[in-house]
């Protein structure tokens, strides 16, 4: 497809783009890298054998790369975070296909970020068109967790919108972990403090590793505890060891693991994934059971280093209102969402107003139990 501004062209994977083109677009966002998407793929974690086919939609000029829109074409909804599975039950109960569909995210994170990789709206208007145009070969849409911007572009192309709740940590400048604590309630504050007791008592001890000293073994550990805890889930691993190899050695410096040693063994690990502006808590396991260890290596660790950095955001990925008592703030998140067919493309839209109310009821009722000092 070609016009005045541009060819566009659907590719199944990256393998004939330029990294550098690539990630000038992703504008310094680790999650949407050419390196992240492309071991992805490689790796067979996001393939077609998984349900996860790449349809890249692409856009360019003179040669060069000049937009992009990570899109997919989905046999299920597994790994996204934004559960659709009631709309595709209905589907299939009216004797609709509601498989495949087309999803641009960035599978298995639930990370906030563009979706539409353009230097203007002029651009992001021709790959949201085109990926609407694809559309419709399936039954829907799907983009999951843009910016308000590009939601609000979305909304005016027709996409409904929908309303999510994530925890996020603010760091407003803390030199010291101290510091965050004192800028909580009494009761918050205290609890922090005998959760790290208990587990520092317990004998456990920390270690940071960031990118290029995160040598083969610690990835096998790591891959060991990723597997145990979902197991311990009955769920199945969308990643795998080889993934986790890969980015380590294309995107070393962002990534940061935390491992926790007991007697000198480790005993659990946290991987994340940062910016100079942003950290993502990501994945995390144990091989053994050490009570509130979850805690320390997923938060308290990872709130420690932010501060460090001078890290603003840390966001803690999908659910948990444990994480409000641990000094995170409800974020309100978007995704957008178009249906081909009309009849479910409504029903879809009322049942969205009836929801769109009961987060914005959350949301307020999350506020009001804000872990800080009352001003």
Known sequence: MGDEFGTVRVLDNLAGIDPGQWNALAGGHPFLRHELFHALHETGCASERTGWLPQFVTLWQ????????PLYLKSHSYGEYVFDWAWADAYQRHGYAYYP?????????????????????????????????????????HVLFPPPKEAEQMAEAGMLLRRGVQFHWRNPGYRSFEEFLAA???DKRKKIRQERRRVRDAGVRFRWQ???DIGADDWLFFTRCYKTTYRAHHS??????????????????????????????????????????????????AVGYVPLLHFEACYYQTIEFCIERGIAVFE???????????????????????????????????????????????LDELNERAPFKKE
Request: charged residues 20%; neutral net charge; aromatic residues 8%.
């Open 101 to 141: 569909k087309l999803l641009s995210a960035v599978p298995f994170t639930p990370v906030q970020g563009p979706r539409l990789l353009a230097a203007d709206d002029q651009a992001r208007r021709r790959l949201l068109e085109a990926a609407l145009s694809l559309a419709g070969d399936s039954s829907s849409l």
């Open 236 to 285: 199945t691993p969308y990643l795998n060891r080889a993934f986790f190899q890969r980015i380590g050695e294309t995107l070393p410096d962002n990534l940061m693991l935390v491992v926790a040693e007991l007697d000198g063994n480790p005993v659990a690990s946290a991987l994340n994934v940062y910016s100079e502006q942003v950290l993502y808590g990501r994945y995390w396991g």
């Open 316 to 362: 803690g990925g999908a659910q948990g209102e444990h994480k409000l008592s641990r000094g995170f703030l409800p974020v309100q998140t978007v995704s957008a969402h178009w249906l081909k067919h009309p009849e479910f493309a409504r029903a879809v839209e009322q049942f969205l107003a009836r929801e769109t109310a009961g987060v914005e009821r959350y």
């Open 62 to 69: 003179d040669g060069r790369l000049a937009a992009a829109m």
């Open 210 to 212: 960031l990118g290029r």
């Open 184 to 186: 909580l309630s009494h």
